[in-house]
């Protein structure tokens, strides 16, 4: 995988729930995210065959390997469908209007014995309409992007390889990311996802920088009341974490102990993040 390198042209703000103006651009270039798309979901359905319908996923608490697929899957339906512009909003009310969109395809749902063949079937239609789409159609979306399309193919990239590790945890030791996708995901956690929200629990400003190592890129957050704001680079910061991109990207995303990287500073306001940066999509109660 490369960095990005060719400036892009990027969006004026819209009205999309979430978005907010970026000058940055995505460390991954589009083919590349879909790329890995196709890769983790072909590893994540090996996992979800060897692990067995019935494993606990430890990562999504409640949960069995076939409520991941199950998951996974209309994920996948719902992007295609917004992506596609086949949709008729961003956020769906309930899983039957996917069968609206997909109706041969939006089956809820198959047997167990057909489960992951039909969840790579939901992969395989995700990554068509992720191709056959333009940066520059007007496609909903929620996280700020250089274009919508590269914000669906990141969050596509990103869910399936976190659920992909999620899947192997179940069945035994999971691989770890390759370094500049860890790193893109740790960019797209702490400047697109956690910017987000106008208000955080804190009764002060503090903050937290994110270094990882093996790529050299660094990450700077102010915490503040009414929200967290991200800067590429250094400064003084109450708690710095390091280490890996792949162990700092399992961290942020909750998945793996603290104790992976290293932590320097006041770790409550780490343990804040952990108990307030979670992870769930608003139409369903899925973990992510």
Known sequence: MRRRRREEQHREPTDHPGYRETER?????????ITTVQREARLFAEAARAGGLEADIAGCPGWNMRDLVRHLSEIH???????SQRA???FPDDISEHTETWPELAVFWPDDGDLVDWYLETNANLVHCLEDASPNDEIPYFLKA?????????????EIAMHRWDAESASGDPSGFDPILAADGIDETVDAYATRADEFPTMSTWTMAVHA????DRWRLTVTPTGITTVRGDGPTDVTLSGSASNLHLVLWNRTKDSTITVDGDRELLDSWHTNVKRRWPFTTHYS
């Open 77 to 83: 339906l719902w992007a295609a469908g917004v992506i």
């Open 88 to 90: 008729t909003k961003l």
């Open 146 to 158: 250089p274009s919508p399309l590269a914000m669906w193919a990141r969050r596509q990239a990103h």
């Open 25 to 33: 651009e995505n460390l991954m270039e589009i083919a590349e995210h």
């Open 213 to 216: 190592v093996d790529t050299g």
